[in-house]
C-alpha cells in the first residue's frame, strides 16, 4: 500500500480550519497543507506578527491562500475566550479544529497568566477550553474533527492528581511530559464524552515522534553552551517538519478517521517513519484518569461541556 502523504489529503474547498500555533513548525506545515487544499485556514497565533509572516510565506507556496491570522494565548484564559468568542462570531461553522501548539521549557518552573504551570496551562487545559469554546461551531459542521496533538513522551509520564501544577520538586521534562500526558488523556476522553453525547465531531489524535521543529532547540538555549550542544545534538536524531506533521494531517483528513484514534510514525519506537495507528500509554486510556482529568480541567478554566 502506497505510504500516506500530504497529496492524498482530500479536497478540503468550503471547510473552515482552525490551526493552533500555526505561524512555525508543526502547525505551519498543516496550515499550509490544508491550504494547499483548499481550505480556509484561521491562524490562531499568540504573536500576530509572527502569524502574518507565516500567511505571507503559504501564500508564497499557495497562491491565494485563503487565511486569517488571529491573536490566541493558550497561556492566558482570558485570551481563548476573547478567541473563541469572535471566531465564532465570524464563523458560526467550523470544520476543523486542531489543537497544535505546545510549549517546551526546559528553565525554572513557570506559570500561566491564570497561575497554571506552564506546560500544563498552554498545553492542555488552554486547548480543553478552546474546545469547550468552539464547540457549537464545530457541531454545526458537517463532518468535523478535533485534533489532539499529543508526544511519545506521554509514555513514560504520571499525572499526580494531589499536585497538578508541578508545584513540589518541579522537573522541566517531568512536566512537559505530564502535559502531553494530559493531552493525550484529554483527547481520548473528548472522544468518549462526544460519542455518549451522540456529537457529530469525531474527536482524534496524533504525535510527531521527534521532529525538527523550533521548540526543543529554543528550549535548550535556555541552558548555556551546553544546553545549545544538546539541543544540536537533538537535531541528529529528528525527523524533518514536514514528515512530523504528517500524523496530524492524516488525522485531520483522511477519509474514515474513527474518533478515538491515535497516529503517529511507525519505525523506531514511533521516532520516525510513514504514519500508522499508534496506542497511548495505559494510564492515557484509563477512563478514570480520563472522568478525573475532566472534571479537574472544568473546575480550573470554569469552562464545563459535554
Keep these: 500500500m502506497t505510504e500516506w502523504n500530504a497529496s492524498r489529503i482530500p479536497d478540503q474547498g468550503g471547510r473552515v480550519a482552525v490551526v493552533t500555533g500555526a505561524n512555525s513548525g508543526l502547525g505551519l506545515v498543516t496550515a499550509t497543507e490544508l491550504a494547499?487544499?483548499?481550505?480556509?485556514?484561521?491562524?490562531?497565533?499568540?504573536?500576530?506578527?509572527?502569524?502574518?509572516?507565516?500567511?505571507?510565506?503559504?501564500?508564497?507556496?499557495?497562491?491565494?491562500?485563503?487565511?486569517?491570522?488571529?491573536?490566541?494565548?493558550l497561556a492566558s484564559l482570558s485570551s481563548v475566550r476573547t478567541f473563541a468568542k469572535e471566531l465564532t462570531t465570524d464563523f458560526p461553522v467550523v470544520d476543523l479544529l486542531v489543537n497544535n501548539a505546545g510549549v517546551v521549557h526546559l528553565g525554572p518552573a513557570?506559570?500561566?497568566?491564570?497561575?497554571?504551570?506552564?506546560?500544563?496551562?498552554?498545553?492542555?487545559?488552554?486547548?480543553?477550553?478552546l474546545t469547550g469554546l468552539v464547540l457549537d461551531a464545530l457541531e454545526r459542521a458537517e463532518a468535523a474533527r478535533v485534533v489532539a496533538l499529543?508526544?511519545?513522551?506521554?509514555?513514560?509520564?504520571?499525572?499526580?492528581?494531589?499536585?497538578?501544577?508541578?508545584?513540589?520538586?518541579?522537573?522541566?521534562?517531568?512536566?512537559?511530559?505530564?502535559?502531553?500526558?494530559?493531552?493525550?488523556a484529554f483527547g481520548l476522553e473528548l472522544d468518549r464524552r462526544l460519542r455518549a453525547a451522540g456529537s457529530p465531531v469525531v474527536g482524534v489524535l496524533?504525535?510527531?515522534?521527534?521532529?525538527?521543529?523550533?521548540l526543543t532547540p529554543r528550549a535548550w538555549q535556555d541552558n548555556g553552551a551546553v544546553g545549545?550542544?544538546?539541543?544540536?545534538?537533538?537535531?541528529?536524531?529528528?525527523?524533518?517538519?514536514?514528515?512530523?506533521?504528517?500524523?496530524?494531517?492524516?488525522?485531520?483528513?483522511?477519509?474514515?478517521v474513527r474518533g478515538g484514534?491515535?497516529?503517529?510514525?511507525?519505525?523506531?519506537?514511533?521516532?520516525?517513519?510513514?504514519?500508522?495507528?499508534?496506542?497511548?500509554?495505559?494510564?492515557?486510556?484509563?477512563?478514570?484518569?480520563?472522568?478525573?482529568?475532566?472534571?479537574?480541567?472544568?473546575?480550573?478554566?470554569?469552562v464545563a461541556y459535554l
Design 36 to 73: 494547499r487544499h483548499g481550505a480556509r485556514v484561521v491562524l490562531a497565533v499568540r504573536d500576530t506578527a509572527a502569524g502574518e509572516r507565516a500567511a505571507a510565506s503559504i501564500r508564497g507556496s499557495v497562491p491565494g491562500a485563503d487565511l486569517d491570522v488571529r491573536e490566541l494565548d
Design 110 to 129: 513557570r506559570t500561566t497568566s491564570d497561575g497554571f504551570e506552564l506546560h500544563l496551562g498552554t498545553n492542555m487545559l488552554g486547548h480543553f477550553a
Design 150 to 184: 499529543s508526544s511519545i513522551t506521554h509514555k513514560n509520564a504520571h499525572l499526580d492528581f494531589d499536585d497538578l501544577m508541578s508545584r513540589h520538586d518541579y522537573d522541566a521534562g517531568r512536566a512537559y511530559g505530564r502535559s502531553k500526558l494530559a493531552t493525550t
Design 206 to 214: 496524533a504525535h510527531p515522534g521527534l521532529s525538527n521543529t523550533n
Design 228 to 256: 545549545r550542544a544538546l539541543g544540536r545534538a537533538f537535531l541528529l536524531l529528528t525527523q524533518p517538519v514536514e514528515r512530523g506533521a504528517l500524523p496530524q494531517l492524516h488525522a485531520a483528513t483522511a477519509p474514515g
Design 261 to 302: 484514534q491515535f497516529f503517529g510514525p511507525a519505525n523506531l519506537r514511533e521516532t520516525r517513519g510513514p504514519v500508522t495507528e499508534v496506542r497511548p500509554s495505559a494510564e492515557a486510556a484509563d477512563p478514570a484518569v480520563g472522568r478525573r482529568l475532566w472534571s479537574a480541567a472544568e473546575r480550573l478554566t470554569d
